[in-house]
């Protein structure tokens, strides 16, 4: 258990509408991740951050931000969600002081269903 | 671009047999791979490998690299029901950018 929470754990929302998923964690680890899991497709990042205010882009960033204000807590925003974006979201940490070479940990996901 | 090729896709095979996933991967910088163990939750860590030929062992489970030709394989003997799962591979991108996940291997024991 690396103390990682997600919050909400379940939303449907309407396309259009802005949603904002929560990743809270309680060791003060650097390096924070959030992917999108879909059927076919794996596990894909989707942004990251290597510190305060310090984000950046992974592989399928279109149509999400991200914030980081505070070390233990890591946003997703959706400006607009689509339907293209019902998916299962998962923030990971990586215990490390080297990023992304050391092992990430995932926190229990938030299913996202836009109608 | 990095790649992570995982095989079979799915498996379904008998209780107390033993199986072997593969994982092949093309990645600048190799630094090392890791598998994760997925039931109907989060991926949880299994294995990270750094080095050929040396294998990591965990009860039933087991892995080892081949660096030379980019591949990696987990073997799990003695198979059990719960071991149903899918079982994923990754590499790292590079510096703090996150994994890149091969597709993953859906295992079904049976009973």
């Known amino acids: ?115 | 671009e990095d790649k992570v090729v995982q095989s079979p896709l799915s498996l379904v095979v008998h209780e107390g047999d033993t199986v072997t996933l593969n994982c092949s991967y093309e990645v600048t910088n190799f630094r090392s791979l890791l598998w994760y163990k997925q039931e109907k939750k989060a991926p949880t860590f299994l294995f990270m490998l750094t080095s050929s030929g040396i294998e990591k062992k965990s009860g039933r489970l087991s892995s080892i690299l081949d660096k030379k030709e980019l591949f990696s394989i987990l073997n799990i003997t003695a198979t059990q029901t719960g071991d149903s799962a899918i079982y994923l591979c990754a590499v790292p991108n590079g510096g703090a950018d996150g994994l890149t996940f091969g597709k993953g291997t859906h295992l079904i024991i049976q009973p």
């Open chain 1, 1 to 115: 258990d690396a103390g990682i929470t997600q919050s909400p754990r379940h939303k449907v929302t309407e396309t259009g509408t802005p949603v904002t998923l929560r990743c809270h964690q309680t060791e003060n680890h650097r390096y924070m991740y959030w992917y999108r899991q879909d059927p076919g497709h794996g596990l894909r990042l989707i942004h990251y951050s290597y510190g305060v205010k310090d984000t950046d882009k992974g592989e399928v960033s279109d149509g999400y931000s991200v914030s980081r204000s505070k070390t233990e807590d890591f946003l997703l925003t959706l400006e607009s969600a689509t339907s293209s974006q019902t998916s299962v979201y998962f923030c990971a940490i990586s215990k490390g002081t080297s990023g992304g070479q050391e092992t990430q940990y995932f926190g229990p996901g938030t299913r996202l269903l836009v109608l």
